[in-house]
């Protein structure tokens, strides 16, 4: 029996129990948990900390701690969407997923701890320019040096789409709200290096999706890149 076998059997067995009135289902977070959580096990072995932002409906958070048992797994998002977190987390019965902390990127209500990583998917095009970059900075505050930020979501490049349901994405994100769309990576680079994070992987993933992999540098050799 291969690896992903075992995680899509286990997905199903922990699906089984989704009836909580409080859960909602998000399907897009059920096709992308196994490839995402393939790579954060190859890349969080010697993490201990995990702050997940912008939790939505909860389904990673449980996904996620279930397989990855050495990381606590701070969950986090604006109130309104904290009784599906909670209820995912009930039903996984993983002690390692921690209840929802009400955060909203806008504001300075980011956790006064530190982290070994931090986690985010399909955010970055749902929030206004302003709240992207209020992450990034907020963010590099709570990530430990060399600690690892994963953003996980469809990335344009160059200010090219990089398929045509990518861009049929875009145009529905922008017909409900101006401010959002499909972010450009030459937009996102600088952003992360002013808040000294530097992307160390960009990773190719289904239905047109990417995880970019950032990390958090603080030396004098990231500061003379930087001013170069």
């Not at 909580?20 to 399907?27: A, G």
């Not at 998917?121 to 749902?126: K, S």
């Not at 937009?187 to 970019?212: G, H, V």
Request: hydrophobic residues 40%; glycine residues 4%; negative net charge.
């Amino acid at each position: 029996m291969n690896f992903r076998t075992v995680l899509h059997q286990t997905a199903t067995i922990m699906n089984q129990a989704y009836d909580h009135p409080d859960q909602q289902f998000s399907p897009a977070c059920e096709r992308n948990k196994i490839p995402i959580l393939e790579q954060l096990m190859l890349r969080l072995a010697a993490a201990h900390s995990v702050l997940e932002i912008g939790s939505g409906t909860g389904q990673h958070a449980a996904y996620f701690s279930h397989h990855l048992p050495q990381l606590r797994w701070q969950t986090s998002d604006r109130i309104e969407n904290h009784a599906s977190i909670r209820a995912w987390i009930e039903q996984s019965g993983c002690s390692n997923a921690l209840m929802p902390v009400d955060l909203d990127v806008a504001q300075s209500n980011w956790p006064a701890e530190q982290f070994d990583a931090a986690f985010t998917a399909n955010t970055c095009h749902i929030m206004a320019w302003p709240e992207v970059e209020k992450m990034f900075q907020g963010v590099s505050q709570v990530l430990n040096d060399h600690g690892h930020f994963f953003v996980y979501g469809p990335f344009n490049y160059a200010g090219q789409f990089t398929s045509h349901s990518n861009q049929l994405f875009d145009a529905s994100l922008k017909s409900q709200a101006a401010h959002r769309g499909i972010r450009d990576l030459q937009e996102i680079l600088p952003l992360a290096q002013k808040n000294q994070l530097l992307l160390s992987d960009d990773i190719d993933m289904p239905a047109n999706n990417r995880l970019l992999i950032f990390t958090k540098k603080i030396n004098e050799n990231f500061t003379e890149q930087n001013s170069s």
